[in-house]
C-alpha cells in the first residue's frame, strides 16, 4: 500500500498518472519496456533546437542537464564542459535543489537561494558569451511545490530526452557524458536522490515495492561502465532504490 503522508496532492496526482509504466517497468524490467519506445526520436536531438543547458530538474526541458545550469561544477570543470557541449543558453530556474545546495555551501540564507541561482547563471553566461534564461515556476513541467520523477537518468549518450517519448517516465537527468565521473555520480547523481527522498520530493511514496530507479541510458559499448558506476554510490537509501538501464540501439 502507498503511504500518502507527505507530498502534496500535485505531486501525488502526478505519481498516480505514472503508476500504470512502473507497473509495467517492474515485471518487464526498464530495458524490455523501453523497446517498445522509440529510442531514437528519444535520442537524437533535432538539428534546429538551440543548446540549452538545463537544470537536471525532471521540470525543466533539454536534452542537456547540469544541477543548477552547472553551479555545483568546479569552475575549471564547467569551463570544460561548456566548451564541450558548445552550449548556447543557459537556464536558470524557479525552485532549484542545485541552488539551495549552492547556497548552502556559501552560508547565503535558503531565501535567497533562487536569486542566487538566477544571478550565477545570469553572470557564467555573460562571461561565456551565452544567452541566459530564466523558466518561472509556471513554466515548469512539475508540479511548482515539488518533485515527482522517480527516476534518474544517466545518460552516456550526452543527447538524451525522455520527453521525446510519451511512454517514457520523467526522470532527473544527468548528462554524464559531459562530466568527470566523480562528479556526475557524487554531485549529481546523489543530488537527485537527495531531492527525490527529501521534503520537496517523494518522501514515504518511495519503498520497496515503488523504488526510486536510477537507469543507464548508453549504448552497447558502455553499458557495462555505467552500471558498474552506479552501483558503487553509496546512498541511504539501500532497499528503495534500483538500478536499471535503457540500451541504446545504433541509428
Ligand atoms: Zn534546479
Not at 535520442?43 to 521540470?59: F, K, L, N, S, Y
Amino acid at each position: 500500500m502507498t503511504n500518502f503522508e507527505n507530498p502534496s496532492d500535485g505531486v501525488k496526482k502526478r505519481w498516480l498518472m505514472e503508476q500504470p509504466i512502473f507497473d509495467r517497468i517492474k515485471s518487464q524490467g526498464f530495458s524490455e519496456y523501453a523497446k517498445d519506445m522509440n529510442l531514437k526520436s528519444a535520442c537524437i536531438r533535432p538539428e534546429d533546437a538551440p543548446i540549452r543547458v538545463c537544470c537536471m530538474d525532471e521540470g525543466t526541458p533539454s536534452f542537456l542537464h547540469a544541477a543548477g545550469g552547472g553551479i555545483l561544477l568546479p569552475p575549471e570543470e564547467l569551463e570544460k564542459y561548456l566548451g564541450h557541449t558548445k552550449a548556447q543558453v543557459l537556464t536558470s530556474h524557479d525552485g532549484c535543489g542545485a541552488a539551495r545546495i549552492y547556497a548552502g555551501m556559501h552560508g547565503i540564507d535558503m531565501a535567497r537561494a533562487d536569486e542566487t541561482g538566477l544571478m550565477w547563471a545570469k553572470k557564467t553566461a555573460e562571461k561565456h558569451g551565452l544567452i541566459h534564461e530564466h523558466i518561472s515556476a509556471s513554466s515548469m513541467s512539475r508540479p511548482e511545490e515539488g518533485h515527482f520523477a522517480r527516476v534518474c537518468y544517466y545518460d552516456l549518450t550526452g543527447s538524451f530526452d525522455w520527453r521525446r517519448d510519451e511512454g517514457l517516465p520523467a526522470g532527473f537527468t544527468v548528462s554524464h557524458k559531459f562530466m568527470d565521473t566523480d562528479y556526475a555520480l557524487k554531485a549529481e547523481t546523489l543530488t537527485a536522490l537527495k531531492i527525490a527522498f527529501g521534503e520537496h520530493g517523494l518522501g514515504h511514496l518511495l519503498d520497496a515495492d515503488h523504488p526510486f530507479i536510477l537507469c543507464a541510458v548508453a549504448r552497447e559499448e558502455d553499458l557495462a561502465r555505467a552500471l558498474s558506476e552506479l552501483k558503487s554510490l553509496p546512498h541511504h537509501y539501500d532497499g528503495r532504490v534500483e538500478i536499471e538501464h535503457i540500451t541504446v540501439p545504433d541509428f
